[in-house]
């Protein structure tokens, strides 16, 4: 039997060989994709900066904590000692209805009367009220910065923690390029779970900043007010020492009674 012809010039029939481009090993791809999972398979420097964060955040509930029970109990210790000043006609009776030796209208009270103690063989009695009122002026201004003590930390925190977070995810993306090298592929299963876990540091960096901002603002308020009531109390310690001195009777006179 004879072979059929073949036609001339006609290439040998071939099987096309399965390309292998672009084919990911299914074992090698991350499986735990929560928030943990990509913080435990994130870059040692990319886990500093979430653990920084996330320890800053743990300072600004903290602060805001503290700070909340101090401010509410000071203003309520304050505005309890201006009622108390409302109703005093004269410094030595002021003196004894704030009993309390803790606050900064017991300051006020005491740093004129120390003020008129010492002043005691001074005739001009407005050189005196302008020296007390000077101590006054120092009584408030402590007591402000001590109430203002520990909402700085909530300004650097807000202000300096997405740039912190950004740091974290700029080099958790340089891991995974360099991992694109490495692999030499550029399929989306191997790029995507490296790029999660540095945007997730972006992610701890605005979970820091945005609570610290909220509550420094709130404190900023807060605090203004607590200054005006302290100004409110330096007022009427002044306008109580100048009662007194206008009935020509010293104030330490009357408080040594």
């Known amino acids: ?9 006609a290439a040998p029939s071939t099987e096309a060989a399965p390309t292998t481009v672009g084919h990911v090993n299914a074992e090698k791809l991350p499986r735990d994709l929560s928030p943990w999972g990509m913080f435990m398979q994130a870059d040692i420097i ?9 320890l800053a955040s743990v300072v600004t ?19 309890s000692h201006l009622r108390k000043l409302a109703a005093a006609n004269s410094l030595a009776e002021a003196a004894q209805l704030v009993d309390s030796k803790r606050g900064v209208v ?20 407005y050189a005196i009220k302008e020296r007390i009122e000077a101590r006054l002026d120092r009584v408030e201004l402590a007591a402000g910065r001590d109430i203002n003590r520990g ?38 299963a191997i790029v995507a779970p ?25 404190f900023a308020r807060a605090i203004s007010g607590y200054k005006a009531l302290a100004g409110d109390a330096s007022v009427a310690v002044l306008g109580l020492v100048s009662r007194d001195f206008d009935r020509g009777v010293r104030a330490e006179l009357r408080a040594a009674e």
């Not at 509930?61 to 505005?79: M, S």
């Not at 925190?157 to 694109?180: D, E, Q, R, Y």
């Open 1 to 9: 039997m004879m072979n059929a012809p073949t036609t001339p010039g």
């Open 46 to 54: 990319v886990k500093a900066v979430m653990i920084g964060l996330l």
């Open 151 to 188: 909402t700085g930390v909530l300004a650097t925190i807000g202000s300096t923690a997405p740039f912190v977070g950004l740091f974290g995810t700029v080099w958790g993306i340089m891991n995974s390029f360099i991992g694109i090298s490495e692999a030499q592929t550029t399929n989306l």
């Open 194 to 218: 490296g790029i999660a876990e540095a945007l997730l540091a972006t992610a701890f960096g605005l979970v820091a900043a945005i609570p610290a901002v909220i509550v420094y603002n709130h």
């Open 106 to 125: 017991p300051s006020m009270i005491s740093a004129a009367v120390a003020e008129t103690r010492a002043s005691w063989d001074v005739a001009d009695k």
């Open 61 to 79: 509930w903290t602060v805001w904590l503290a700070k909340t029970i101090e401010l509410f109990f000071a203003k309520r210790r304050l505005r």
